[in-house]
């Protein structure tokens, strides 16, 4: 039987946002899915934890993507 | 305002205009940057980077905008800000009408006290502190 990862946050932003978001900050970002990932990722674990976590202890994030946007899914620590 | 604050008030209304497209006439020190000008957490973000790299400042996550705060169980129950909460937005933001907003903790209410003058206050002091 698979492992069962509940997901507990989750975060979508617009692929045409995160472009535009990009373009006007892209020395903090490679590029706009990488700077979309980011954005949902981040708001995700939030939802998830109801603040940040520290970086040595990260939750497990995943996306999924289409051309028009970016999901992030907070699927807990393990 | 002293010229100064003149100038920093022009310099953060140019800043909120490009970011959420608008134009800066329409952008008053008192014009809430969620009821008047429709800004959205992703755009605080925005505004965040724009003013560290206008002003070569590093403000530090949830320094200038506590919205992650609003999230957080321990400072929002019911739609209401806590008075935990309301400790952590006036350590936050010490020049937010905190006394008008206590009377009705709404977390629908917040939008009212980030402002664009709260960012220019929130600019004109962490200026002046690095400058010492």
Known sequence: ?78 | MEPEKNQLADAVKEIVSQALKVETGKIRLDSSLIKDLGAESIDFLDIVFRLEKAFKIKIPKGELFPEKLLTDSRFVQNGRVTPAGLNELKKGIPSGKWEEFSKNPLVANLGDVFTVGMIVDYLSDKLAAAAK
């Not at chain 1, 472009?19 to 490679?30: C, G, K, T, W």
């Not at chain 1, 520290?54 to 620590?77: D, E, H, L, W, Y």
Request: proline fraction near 8%.
């Open chain 1, 1 to 78: 039987m698979p492992a069962f990862s509940p997901v507990i946050g989750i975060d979508l932003v617009e692929m045409k946002r995160a472009r535009a978001f990009y373009r006007a900050h892209p020395e903090r970002f490679s590029s706009a899915q990488d700077c979309a990932k980011s954005l949902a990722a981040d708001e995700a674990v939030f939802k998830a934890y109801g603040r940040s976590l520290p970086k040595n202890n990260p939750p497990s994030v995943r996306f999924v993507t289409t051309k028009k946007f970016v999901m992030a899914q907070c699927v807990g620590i393990f």
